[in-house]
């Protein structure tokens, strides 16, 4: 039977370890959302560093699919837009190829 399966039957078939998976997933969520709550602008890869240097290194995907799963991708910043401004006409000098620093 696959380990899947049995984790989702919760039987203890497999040897007496049971679903070590699904406990995984619980300290990636309490991890995640202890950092969330202390700093609330970190992004994934921000968290992500800070979860292997606290001694948890784990498979970045699962932890992208954990992050998701509670909502705590942020959209990405869009730049500032610049205003529109009103064309000024140029100042020509009274000569061709004549500049007004040479007058």
Same mark, same amino acid.
């Given at each position: 039977?696959?380990?899947?399966? $049995? /984790?989702?039957?919760?039987t203890? *078939? =497999?040897?007496?370890?049971?679903c070590?998976? =699904? @406990?995984?997933?619980? *300290?990636v969520?309490?991890?995640?959302?202890?950092?969330? *709550?202390?700093?609330? !602008?970190?992004?994934?890869? @921000?968290?992500?560093? =800070?979860?292997?240097?606290?001694? !948890? +290194?784990?498979?970045?995907?699962? $932890?992208? !699919? $954990?992050? /998701?799963?509670?909502? #705590?991708?942020? +959209? &990405? =910043?869009? @730049?500032? &837009?610049?205003? @529109? &401004? *009103?064309?000024?006409? #140029?100042?020509?000098?009274?000569?061709?190829?004549?500049?007004? #620093?040479?007058?």
């Amino acid at each position: 039977m696959a380990q899947a399966h $049995v /984790c989702r039957l919760g039987t203890g *078939e =497999r040897g007496d370890q049971g679903c070590a998976g =699904r @406990k995984i997933l619980t *300290e990636v969520i309490d991890a995640l959302n202890g950092m969330v *709550e202390r700093n609330g !602008r970190w992004g994934f890869w @921000k968290c992500f560093d =800070r979860l292997r240097l606290d001694g !948890r +290194p784990r498979n970045h995907k699962r $932890v992208w !699919r $954990v992050y /998701c799963d509670l909502g #705590l991708n942020m +959209p &990405r =910043r869009t @730049k500032c &837009r610049v205003p @529109k &401004r *009103e064309p000024v006409p #140029l100042a020509a000098g009274s000569f061709i190829n004549q500049d007004q #620093l040479c007058a």
